[in-house]
């Protein structure tokens, strides 16, 4: 009898815990169960019952973007109509006319014509303003929806009227739509007798080919050290980062690896090809806008001691996304692992909390940061980014250059200068005189463009204060000596701040003559960072040691 009290007694226990196992494991997908009926019968009751008409798909679509925004900045749904742009992000492909349109003064304005295409070839300028398209008048549409009617298939025609600056009447330009591919490297060529350059703006398909097309004809061209401009690069495609480090690299040696929740993605990458140059002096320019597989590149250069990095800490987004598919031909981009470059480290920031206006990793605390070695064994960090190993100081713009900038007056004034003055030399010499920056001033006369200083931002505020706490009566004169003498040094800005102002506009004048090319050429003897890189390439003493172990 006890026999059998134990045997029962042995049973019940293999039930309950079968039992219970089954219900944890069945729990989590209960609770989906559940939720989800709940969400479908609250959305039944709200498109039932609301007081108000309400937009299905918008309503229906806000839920789905609250969702994936409590899990990180990268992971996003896909809807169809989508789908096409999500494509030209990651390919660089699309059917369209090649040139960049968005609004200037309210207009849609051809912003820049990308050499070699239908745009550039039918002899769109900068500054001139699309008024229709096919017939269709645009004024009232924003630059998705202007940008929509461009695109189409390739070998379809499309028809703009155009305004231009200096022509009374508008006219139309017929244009034959191609299959557009925008350059990953827009630019490549020498800064001097020695050292060589390479603009990589992107890493869609084929970036790692432009790179090594670049970098072989710079050596041919007698290149004995090289720039690799990463900054502004917000990344893109891993095996491209890969690729294109692998130039670099002895074949075999480890680039990067991921790790994810999916066993599948628990991977290691490795240089599959022999690289074109593994002992040129390199330089890597990065900044706050590097991210991704443009922070791959460059960890793995750091890592191996392969580049020195000059600029500033990259944006930290250490994350891996790919795509899956969903019903109605939808995707959902989706962070499926994070990614570790050689020395180990993951550069992806410690949260989304601490970031800058731009994105890019605000404060890190040390104490939360872990650190790693170089092949040399040199002393890097995870956790915020790459950080250059000499860094240069961001430029801070003025109030009143940022002013001009944002009130197109920068850009108006380039469109009329290219108008009266038909040749200006070689983008890379042109300056503007003292004469020209007079004319400038000249006529800012008749133009409006109010801005708001620092200074006057923390007086509004003392005032604000003060008025609040009553002392206002007491320092009124004094304030209103203040807001006479700031009123009197902002007059005088356009002086102070001659030679920014300088630089954003004889950039603007340039892109009218030589397009996106010329805009590149024209910062070269005034790019702080740039000029760091050859300072430390011509110094090969100082590059060693910037690469070995500190003692």
Known sequence: MKRVKIKLLVAFSIVLLSFTAFTSADDKYFQIAKNLDIFATLFKEINTYYVDEIDAK??????????????????????????????????????????????????????????????????????DVVTKIDGQAIEGLNSTETSELLKGKAETSVVLTVERY???????????RKQITIDNVPYYGMLNDEVGYIKL?????????????????????NATSVVLDLRGNPGGLLDEAINVS?????????????????????????????????????????????????????????????????????FGKGLVQSTRPLAYNSQLKITTAKYYIPSGRCIQAIDYSSRNEDGSVGHIPDSLRVAF??????????????????????????????????????????????????????????????????????WLDDKEF?????????????????????????????????????????????????????LLLEQEIVSRYYFQKGIIESTFNKDRDLQA??????????????????E
């Open 246 to 314: 692998n130039l670099f690299i002895d074949k075999g040696s480890e680039v990067v690896s991921t790790k994810g929740k999916a066993d599948n993605w628990n991977q290691s990458y490795r240089a599959l090809n022999f690289p074109v140059d593994t002992e040129i002096p390199l330089v890597v320019l990065t900044g706050r806008g590097s991210a991704s597989a443009s922070e791959i590149v460059a960890g793995v250069m750091q890592d191996y001691d392969r580049a020195v990095l000059v600029g500033r800490r990259t």
């Open 373 to 442: 070695e170089t092949k040399n064994g040199r002393t890097v960090y995870d956790g915020g980014g790459v950080n250059p190993d000499i860094e240069v100081e961001s430029k801070q713009y003025s109030s009143v250059a940022i002013a001009l900038v944002n009130h197109n007056l920068l850009f108006d004034y380039a469109t009329e200068f290219k108008f009266d003055n038909p040749d200006i030399g070689s983008a890379r010499d042109f300056s503007l005189s003292e004469q020209d920056y007079q004319a400038f001033i000249t």
């Open 450 to 502: 109010n801005y708001t200083t620092a200074v006057e931002r923390q007086l509004n505020q003392l005032v604000l204060s003060a008025k609040s706490e009553q002392y206002y009566d007491k320092i009124e004169d004094q304030i209103t000596e203040l807001e006479s003498q700031i009123k009197s040094n902002k007059e005088s800005d356009l002086i102070k701040f001659k030679d920014e102002i300088t």
């Open 58 to 127: 918008t309503l229906l679509r806000s839920g789905i973007d609250a969702m994936l925004v409590s899990l990180d900045p990268y992971t996003d749904f896909i809807d169809e109509e989508d789908l096409a742009n999500y494509r030209f992000v990651t390919t660089g492909q699309y059917g369209g006319i090649g040139a960049l349109v968005g609004k200037r003064n309210g207009k849609n304005t051809i912003l820049m014509p990308y050499e070699g295409f239908p745009a550039f070839e039918a002899g769109l300028q900068i500054g």
């Open 201 to 221: 703006a992107d890493f869609t398909t084929e970036a790692a080919l432009e790179v090594k097309n670049a970098l072989t004809e710079l050596k041919s061209s």
């Open 533 to 550: 890189a050859i300072e430390v390439l011509q110094d090969q003493a100082r590059y060693g040691q910037l690469l070995a172990r500190a």
């Open 166 to 176: 200096g022509q009374e009447a508008p006219f139309d330009v017929t244009l034959t």
